[in-house]
């Protein structure tokens, strides 16, 4: 570890160099705080940072951790005009299960502003084919039983593609985080829903008034109306205050802002339902919810292994279907199979975190993961989605959940292996 | 302790659990939220289902929506004919004699239900200055861009009973969301 930190320190100083600050810009705030000292770190030990209010207050991450968010797709976020479209997380830096607030995923229906939302006048109407039309403030929700679990967003567009340069380009709109609040199921049995509703509209506070339809049986299995997330209230780019957690579904139904549920007896079709209209079946259907999908975040494209020897191969799993039941890892590129082991109990539509021991022989060779989930569905290659639906192979219908390659080449670089 | 008094004590407790859960169904609400008023419902109430049931009052007509789309300065984003703007084509190129869905994805072309056009606009557009226009301006428009797609006549009148009464190119020629049930696999006879 001691080695590392030098590594990364002296790859901060030669970044600094190089880029003139440019990627260190935030960093020199930092920098600011600590006793001026122009002395060897390793005679005396490291600077100390004095303490200020505000990291007293709401602490931060150290100066060298740099691993930060990136814009999507080659889109710019922001744009010239401030608007965030969609937002990729770190992958390759992961740890655990649970991506932080600050680094979840994001993702825009056509680029927007954050609304500043006052939560003391946010109000959740919920009406429609229901007895008794209810508004809840923020302190009615906080006041009803509640519910805390682990859940994976994932956005429809996660697709991998062979110009994808690291985990995060090719997987990085995913993201996993414990969320609190109540069950849509309560608040729905506190309105009285009628059997006539089939379906319910979700729509947002936003400027768009964002709105989706879905299955009345979904919010009465384990759709939240989530005001937590990680331990304290759900960020603005995450929803503040109050967004809905649609567990396994494509991301963009887990509608932000969410302040109006109207109950239905039809499927509405409105704005971002509108997206959806295909005129094929399996593009629609596999679309909807999450398929059983892995990939190893370490080693992964863009990351170097420094020489031949032992690595613990570390991934994520997740499946809207429900909990994941088993990962594999191939080091032989599909020759030969492993399970992995899980980090921890795997939890529904909740990503996994899988580890598997590798001995490096230093020869070019190829990794692959491949997950099952509770229903007993196994992640494809994109060579067996072809062959089932008769189409090229790189067309996948639906969310992309395909097994992605990483090629470890002959001087350690990882490369992505759709290339 | 005897076992008589074993046996009681297990049947109290047991009418005791009995009793709570029968309480707990009858009284079903926590009581906990508050009925919204009249007003509030109107006033949020804005997602246009096929049936139309939430439309306001109002009328508009193509005429009327070719000068909306020059004043509301529609052809920043969307282009002068709604075709060569930087958002996204409000007029297909090519007419009726195409099939729907080779027609592009053009919102007044490809949308199962009129409706689903008047939606769009009144709660997004124009892009900074959502939900600013009236339900006259939302029916002109309406009108304005199914009339340049040729879906309906250039004089037809779109108010909140005609406009759910207009038949969209598409038909049914799109697959509907599936029925979820939950624990169940994406798509049957599909592995994966």
């Known amino acids: 570890m001691g080695s590392k930190r030098l590594d990364r320190r002296e790859l901060l100083k030669q970044g600094a160099a190089l880029a003139g600050g440019l990627t260190l810009g935030a960093v020199a705030p930092a920098s600011a705080q600590t006793p001026a000292s122009g002395g060897p770190a390793a005679a005396s030990g490291p600077t100390m940072i004095r303490a200020n209010k505000e990291l007293i207050a709401y602490g931060d991450r150290s100066r060298f951790v740099t691993s930060v968010r990136i814009p999507h797709g080659g889109r710019p976020s922001p744009d010239a005009f401030g608007l965030t479209f969609h937002v990729a997380t770190p992958l390759q830096d992961s740890v655990g299960v649970i991506t932080p607030s600050s680094l979840h995923y994001t993702a825009t229906t056509r680029g927007s502003f954050l609304p500043d939302i006052d939560p003391r006048e946010h109000r959740l109407m919920i009406h429609g084919l229901v007895d008794r039309p209810l508004t809840f403030t923020m302190e009615d929700l906080k006041r009803l039983p509640s519910v805390t679990r682990l859940h994976f967003i994932e956005c429809a567009g996660n697709q991998s593609t062979p110009k994808a340069k690291t985990v995060q380009e090719s997987h990085g709109l995913t993201s996993c985080a414990e969320w609190t609040g109540v069950l849509l199921s309560t608040l729905l049995k506190e309105c009285g829903v009628k059997g006539s509703a089939t379906w319910f509209v979700a729509e947002g506070a936003e400027e768009v008034k964002g709105a989706s339809s879905m299955p009345v049986a979904k919010a009465m299995d384990d759709v939240i109306v989530a005001y937590g997330m990680n331990g304290e209230a759900v960020r603005p780019q995450n929803g503040f205050p109050l967004r809905l957690m649609v567990p396994g579904f494509e991301g963009i139904f887990s509608t932000k802002y969410v302040r109006r549920i109207k109950l239905v007896d039809r499927y509405y079709m409105n704005y971002n339902d509108y997206g959806h209209l295909r005129n094929d079946e399996k593009e629609t259907i596999l679309g909807y919810q999450v398929g059983p999908k892995s990939v190893i975040t370490y080693p992964s494209a863009g990351q170097q292994l420094p020489g031949k020897g032992f690595y613990e191969i570390s991934g994520l799993a997740w499946s809207g279907g429900g909990a994941i039941r088993r990962v594999e890892v191939s080091t032989d590129d599909g020759k030969h199979w492993m399970d992995a082991q899980f980090k921890g109990t795997p939890q529904r539509m909740a990503h996994t975190r899988f580890g598997c021991p590798w001995n490096w022989d230093g020869k070019e060779t190829v990794l692959l993961s491949r997950c099952t989930d509770e229903l007993g569905a196994v992640q494809p290659t994109r060579a067996q989605v072809a062959k089932f639906f008769n189409v090229p192979v790189g067309d996948v219908p639906g969310l992309d959940n395909t097994i992605q390659p990483w090629r470890i080449a002959s001087d350690g670089s990882v490369l992505n292996g759709l290339a | ?192």
């Open chain 2, 1 to 192: 302790m005897g076992s008589h008094r074993f046996l009681a004590c297990v049947l109290l407790l047991g009418g005791l659990f009995l009793g709570t859960s029968v309480l707990a169904q009858s009284s079903s609400t926590y009581g906990v939220g508050r009925t919204p008023t009249a007003e509030e419902l109107r006033a949020w109430d804005i997602s246009i289902g096929p049936d139309g049931a939430e439309l306001p009052p109002g009328r508009g007509t193509a005429k009327e929506g070719a000068q909306i789309y020059v004043q509301k300065a529609c052809a920043t984003c969307h282009g002068a004919t709604g075709l060569e703007g930087r958002a996204p084509n409000l007029k297909s190129k090519s007419g009726p004699e195409v099939e729907t869905w080779e027609r592009g994805r053009i919102l007044p072309v490809r949308a199962p239900y009129a409706t689903i056009v008047w939606d769009y606009i009144n709660r997004a557009m124009p892009l900074g200055r959502e939900g600013s226009l009236t339900p006259n301006e939302v029916y002109s428009l309406t009108a304005y861009l199914l009339s340049i797609n040729q879906v309906i006549p250039e004089d037809l009148v779109l108010d909140a009973q005609s406009l759910p009464k207009v038949k969209m190119p598409i038909g049914d020629n799109y697959e509907p969301l599936p029925d979820w049930k939950p624990k169940t696999r994406r798509m049957k006879g599909y592995p994966y």
